[in-house]
């Protein structure tokens, strides 16, 4: 992983939220939510929340007296998800570091991780500070990406960038959000950090969107991909954009598309 990998600012935290939510998120949220909400939990907290899908999501499905903490390392994207929540009073917004959260040990029932592991620069780490937050007998529940050869609209991004840069081809989606997909590797991390119990289940959806170029904007434009096009050549976005269009566009059509998309679901018990 690189630092630009962790870059979302500017239009980045809009256009991720406004397009690549819904083709992507939205699904694996409600599930990842479900799990939750059906532990019963009383203290919950989110690690690297993004722009709040699942925030969302899952605060309806919370008890009244349920007490929510959401955080991310990123202000732009809190801030996002805090202006897109409304008025919760058992929601509290907190920027913080998944490795170096500002919480007393045993203070949660619960922790929520959606998609975000594969950004933690030492996975270890980032799984023995969730253990300590959590109470004896609390559930870690995340997800993570399968290789980027199951996610078919990622992988045409990713090649049509390619495309345009043959010489120094753009990585991010291959590296990052889809290079933790060892299950092994996982189960091993987590044992390391001290969580005895874990299972993992595949998951898989379909993606779908307005238009191929909806779903080439959401993936080129939304995510720090675009922060690698641009440091290679400014003007070549919406070349690259183009490009990524007209490839999913050859597979799946010009109106709404729809692609696969899989993942792994991890639950793991203190």
Known sequence: MTESDKV????????????LVPLIFEAYADDIAERIAALGP??????????????????????????????????????????????????????????????EDDSFDAVVCQFAVMFFPDKVAGYAETLRVLKPGGSFIFNVWDAIEANEFSQ???EAAASVFPDDPPQFL????HGYHDVDLIRDELAKAGFSQVSITTLEKTSTA??????????????????????????????VTERAAEAIASRFGNATVSGKIRAYVVEAVV
Not at 174 to 177: D, K, Q, S
Not at 210 to 234: K, V
């Open 8 to 19: 979302f600012t500017g239009s980045i935290p809009q256009i991720y939220d406004t397009f």
């Open 156 to 158: 045409a991004a990713t």
């Open 42 to 103: 009383r203290m919950v907290l989110e690690t690297a929340a993004g722009t709040g899908v699942v925030t969302r999501a899952l605060a309806p499905r919370l008890a009244a007296d349920a007490r929510y903490v959401v955080t991310d390392l990123n202000n732009a994207m809190l801030d996002h998800a805090a202006n897109m929540q409304g008025m919760d009073d058992r929601i509290a917004w907190r920027q913080a570091d998944a490795l170096q959260m500002p919480f």
């Open 174 to 177: 291959a590296r990052t959000p």
């Open 210 to 239: 307005a238009s191929a170029h909806d779903a080439a904007y959401a993936y080129c434009q939304g995510t720090p991909l675009r922060n690698e096009i641009e440091s290679r050549g400014a003007t070549l976005l919406d070349q």
